[in-house]
């Protein structure tokens, strides 16, 4: 092989290195962000939540007319704390294998199961198309299940 040959070679490994490299970078750039944006969503409504779920006045104007205020505001509570653990998991703080049990945790609280008896299903067509929440939705729904099941037992 001449000289030239191996430099120009040379030349075009470390140009596509270069590139390989760049365009790895651009796209952790953009799942970076993306976790960023998803996280200051999820900080709107969770401080929504936190006034709705401590302000009478507040949550009245929200409140579904078959249900009182007060109850609506314990549910709110419970949708906070199920938010919570929601961002938790997206943003991968939540490791494999985890989610049942913390799901399971959530769902022996009674407002919990309250919540998720009155808006799981809401939670399961806000979920649709995106795998990760459908997931998230699927196993909040068994844990809520197992529990009502295991429930008559326990009392």
């Known amino acids: 092989m ?4 191996a ?3 040379a030349g075009a490994a470390v140009s596509l290195t270069t590139a390989v490299v760049g365009a790895a970078r651009l ?3 953009a799942r970076h962000q993306a976790d960023r944006n998803e ?5 709107n409504q969770l401080d929504w939540l936190a006034q709705m779920s401590t302000n009478p006045d507040l949550a009245k104007l929200w409140t579904p007319e078959d249900m009182d205020v007060e109850e609506y505001m314990q549910l709110l509570n419970a949708n906070q704390q199920i938010c919570t653990l929601s ?3 997206r943003l991968g703080f939540v490791r494999h294998g985890q989610l049942p049990f913390y799901a399971a945790q959530l ?8 919540y998720w008896n009155r808006f799981g299903d809401l939670r399961a067509q806000e979920a649709e198309g995106d795998e990760r929440a459908e997931h998230f939705t699927r196993v909040l729904d068994q844990a809520a299940k197992h529990r009502l099941q295991v429930q008559p037992s326990a009392a």
Not at 107 to 114: A, G, K, L, Q, T
């Open 2 to 5: 001449k000289l030239t040959t």
């Open 7 to 9: 430099i120009l070679a």
């Open 27 to 29: 796209r952790q750039n």
């Open 39 to 43: 996280a200051v969503l999820a900080r």
């Open 87 to 89: 961002l938790r998991d």
């Open 107 to 114: 769902m022996d609280s009674d407002v919990c199961r309250r």
